[in-house]
């Protein structure tokens, strides 16, 4: 089993940017394949983006491709997101989740949570 912890959220300016972290603990966190999701109150949970367990291999909604970039460091079992020329459409709370080896883009696959940050985006 994987732990998660999301850290990193707050309130920003509209053009501004925001790293988040989420840091993994129990199993080996280099087996898992991480992504990152995001929801708004009263919508569905939307895809944000996903890395590989081995790293390289990444996948990016549309809205945020050339925006955000997501990455990892096995050593310290932490997946980043990094969010740059934010806009208040971003405006959610953001959740990563593992699941072993590949990643996908569907919430369903994925069968450990972190509990949430809240990102506000100011226009």
């Known amino acids: 089993q994987v732990q998660l912890v999301e850290s990193g959220g707050g309130l920003v300016q509209a053009g501004g940017s925001l790293r988040l972290s989420c840091a993994a603990s129990?199993?080996?966190?280099?087996?898992?394949?991480m992504g990152w999701f995001r929801q708004v109150q009263g919508k569905e949970r939307e895809f944000v983006a996903a890395?590989?367990?081995?790293?390289?291999?990444?996948a990016y909604a549309d809205s945020v491709k050339g925006r955000f970039t997501i990455s990892r460091d096995n050593a310290k079992n932490t997946v980043y997101l990094q969010m740059n020329s934010l806009k208040p459409e971003d405006t959610a709370v953001y959740s990563c989740?593992?699941?072993?080896?590949?990643?996908?883009?569907?919430?369903?696959?994925?069968?450990?949570w972190g509990q949430g940050t809240q990102v506000t985006v100011s226009s």
């Open positions: 989740a593992a699941r072993r080896r590949y990643f996908s883009t569907s919430s369903n696959d994925y069968g450990y």
């Open positions: 129990g199993d080996t966190f280099s087996n898992y394949a």
């Open positions: 890395i590989r367990w081995g790293g390289g291999s990444t």
